[in-house]
């Protein structure tokens, strides 16, 4: 059943999420613990600062992948099933976004880590690759003009979700994509948005670390 199938490939979806890459890859290769270096978190910026970007590129990557894997996993458990709930036809689109928000939560709270994880914006933009490629393209590139110009991965982060958010807005009202793409992209930036706030506040009092400083 449908149902059965949704609650599978969201735990799934986690469970993927929650492959803690940069803690592994810490682990392996500097023999470190990265939750206990500069920021505590898994994530690719953590990764950088403490490891070099070869390393970074690395997590980046293979985080992506969680979000990618989560879709493609999805599509294929659901295929072709649906059901209707009222007018609305409930199948493969709401079980992909489905399964990638809960790689992006995964990723930020793994099981397999204590629950200490990254916050979820590398997951996320490999959901949208999966999910509508064009979407992660321009937040991607809005994250690294904003990392760019300000030198802070943090304002780039946010900068880049809240740029794939906006064009999915006029892209699903005006243009007929589906609505369930527009529900990932909302619901997926407030995540990360929410997992910013410490980085938010610094911003405002200015005493965000730039992403070229080193882990402390």
Partial sequence: MLITELIFVTIAGYLIGSIPFGYLIARRKAKIDITTQGSGRTGATNVLRTLGRKMAALVAFLDMLKGVTAVLLAGVVVGHGYMLVGDYHLGILMAQVMAA???????????????????????????????????????????????????????????????AYAIMIPLSLNNGLPMEYLVYALLGST?????????????????ERRISEKAR
């Fill in 101 to 163: 928000l809960a790689a992006v939560i995964g990723h930020i709270y793994p099981v397999f880590n204590q629950f200490k994880g990254g916050r979820g914006v590398a997951t996320y933009f490999g959901g949208f690759i999966a999910l509508y490629p064009l979407a992660a393209i321009f937040g991607g590139e809005v994250f690294i003009i904003g990392v760019g110009l300000t030198g802070f991965a943090s304002l780039g982060s946010l900068a880049g979700v809240a740029g």
């Fill in 191 to 207: 995540i990360i948005i929410i997992m910013h706030r410490d980085n938010i506040q610094r911003l405002i009092a200015g005493k």
